[in-house]
């Protein structure tokens, strides 16, 4: 989405970028990146890998400073904010969830499912409750007092993903989150993700390089070499594959 003549934001767009540049060691990992996404809507990135989906979603949330170009949230400049500024709002606002876990392994599930709440001075027992209704969503809360290492990688990034929506975030970015999944995996955590951005109206941008999950997202953009190829809009998949179910919504 292009900047509108005053360069201001657009008011309905929750997410806003312009012209964005980034090299990682003098490589070019964006080129000229500009990007709108309103609230509430689910945003697929495409393009191979290297192509810029990571980048791109770094800097967006503030943990890459872009070398040239805007970030904005809600109307606040994010380029322009210190690391601490940035820091807090990809804990308060934010939600990440990658294509590895990361989970601290001295923590039990619960307590890292609800770490956002922990470092944002939620009480004790209100962040074990929020988490441990996420972790029941994703049928993991009988895991809620173990450690990580006794849980399989799929169940460990289910933990992830309550990790990534504990807090409410305005805002969810999804890095490759089912590239480490099998089908029926995949299926449940782009349900639990779709369901969640529909019912709070939670804005999602979801980088892959697979087409099935790609299909959940309301629009997509291609990224190839740093640079955004096009746009399309996303048809719904058939209700009767584990992708089309993925868009339904989330028993209790």
Known sequence: MVAPP???????DVLWARSLQYSHDADPALVGVSVGVRQGE???????????????LRCLSGQLRPEQGEVWFNSVPVHTMGALARERLRRDRFGWIGPEPQLLPELKVWENAALPLLLAGTSHRAAKHAACEWLDRLDIGGFARKRPASLTRAECQRVAL??????????????????????????????TLTTAARSHEVTVLLATHDEATAAVADRRLALIDGRLAGAAAVSSPADDTPEGQAACSLSA
Do not use: C, M, Q, Y
């Open 6 to 12: 005053d360069n201001a934001p657009p008011d309905n």
């Open 42 to 56: 689910i945003l697929a990135l495409t393009g191979p890998r290297g192509s810029g989906k990571t980048t791109l």
């Open 162 to 191: 309550a990790r990534a929506l504990v807090n409410e975030p305005a805002v969810i970015f999804a890095d490759e989150p089912t590239a480490p999944l099998h089908r029926a995996e995949r299926a449940l955590l782009l349900r």
